[in-house]
């Protein structure tokens, strides 16, 4: 008999699902108020009230009409599919300003930098470490690994109970 562990890498891997997006996988919040539920439909408990159009969220299940959202803040909990946009953002959530880059490389010139909880706008896909991003109409390339919304692995632990965050 043969036994093997899921890697955590393989229990991130993309499946499909109802909606034929991948999981886990980045939106953005699309309205200045958002709900955030226990559980998939609106007779589940309200856990708090997201204020923040185009914060970052990661899908990390779902169902037909249901999204449940991993936040910046490692909160999770279950929102309308309609209050949720494919738009890419990013945040960055380290306390320090972020430089951003007029090429994608360290050395270059510095153009802007990103605030901490600052939310840009992704232009372009990350690619080789970089990503192209904009916010108050300056744009530059910021490292990756600085941004939260970029990384493919699941940023929360899904064991942990939502109603634990307080908004």
């Given at each position: 008999?043969?036994?093997?562990?899921?890697t955590?890498?393989?229990?991130a891997?993309?499946r499909?699902?109802?909606?034929?997006?991948p999981v886990?996988?980045?939106?953005?919040?699309?309205?200045?108020?958002?709900?955030a539920?226990?559980?998939?439909?609106?007779?589940?408990k309200?856990?708090?009230?997201y204020q923040?159009?185009?914060?970052?969220?990661?899908?990390?299940?779902?169902?037909t009409?249901?999204?449940?959202?991993?936040?910046?803040?490692?909160?999770?909990?279950w929102?309308?599919?309609?209050?949720?946009?494919g738009?890419?953002?990013?945040?960055?959530?380290?306390?320090?300003?972020?430089?951003?880059?007029?090429?994608?490389r360290?050395?270059a010139?510095?153009?802007?930098?990103l605030?901490?909880?600052s939310?840009?706008?992704?232009?372009k896909?990350c690619?080789?470490?970089?990503?192209?991003?904009?916010?108050d109409?300056?744009?530059?390339w910021?490292?990756?690994?600085?941004?939260?919304?970029?990384?493919?692995?699941i940023?929360?632990?899904?064991?942990?109970?939502?109603?634990?965050?307080?908004?």
């Open positions: 008999m043969i036994s093997a562990a899921l955590p890498a393989a229990q891997a993309p499909q699902t109802p909606s034929g997006q886990p996988r980045y939106v953005s919040l699309k309205f200045d108020k958002v709900y539920r226990a559980g998939p439909g609106e007779d589940h309200l856990l708090w009230v923040a159009k185009g914060l970052p969220v990661q899908v990390i299940a779902e169902n009409e249901w999204r449940r959202i991993c936040d910046p803040d490692g909160g999770m909990a929102v309308h599919r309609r209050l949720t946009s738009e890419s953002t990013v945040m960055r959530v380290k306390p320090t300003r972020l430089a951003l880059h007029k090429k994608p360290a050395e010139e510095i153009t802007a930098y605030n901490p909880r939310i840009a706008e992704l232009v896909d690619e080789e470490g970089w990503c192209r991003v904009r916010s109409g300056v744009s530059g910021a490292q990756a690994g600085e941004l939260w919304g970029t990384s493919d692995a940023q929360c632990k899904v064991g942990r109970p939502g109603a634990a965050r307080s908004r």
